[in-house]
């Protein structure tokens, strides 16, 4: 039987049907149908689609990247922008306090969000047929931490508004 759900990856142009037979198929399982899906297609306009997701310190499956090959000259959907053919990769980045990971969200077939309780993997996420699936490159801006002195308000006052200057 299986089920029939639509893949978008922003930033990429890629959006794309993908059917899977499993009625218990998870994101990652449709991702990995995709990569077999666009490796199988020979024709020369035919996208082909690689993502890369390495198991992170405490064990989970994390994306890192995702890659599509664009053969031919293609607009964009949203703004009509015109783009060469070629490959356009995305990565996860670490710049400093910033950095960048890939978030997903997944609407049902109705259009409204399937909303998740606490954070899941993109492995253990059940999809139904309908759904679609969206991916996102979102940069996180971590704060940077100053440690100041510890001041009494009278004593230290000077030295309290010096440190806080120098930030």
Request: net charge neutral; hydrophobic share 35%; glycine share 6%.
């Amino acid at each position: 039987m299986g089920i029939t759900v639509h893949v978008e990856i922003v930033g990429l142009f890629l959006k794309e049907p993908v059917s899977v037979a499993s009625n218990t198929a998870t994101i990652k399982d449709v991702l990995d149908q995709l990569v077999i899906d666009t490796s199988n297609q020979t024709a020369n306009n035919s996208k082909h689609f690689h993502y890369h997701a390495p198991r992170n310190k405490s064990g989970k499956i994390m994306i890192d990247s995702f890659q599509v090959e664009h053969p031919t000259p293609f607009k964009s959907d949203r703004t009509g922008t015109s783009y060469p053919s070629g490959v356009y990769k995305l990565s996860n980045t670490t710049h400093g306090h910033s950095f960048s990971v890939w978030q997903y969200y997944v609407l049902g077939s109705d259009g409204k969000d399937r909303p998740v309780a606490g954070p899941l993997s993109f492995a253990d996420f059940r999809l139904n047929d309908g759904d679609h699936i969206i991916w996102r490159s979102v940069n996180i801006h971590a704060p940077q931490v100053y440690k100041l002195p510890a001041a009494t308000p009278a004593k230290d006052s000077k030295a309290l508004t010096e440190a806080t200057a120098a930030m």
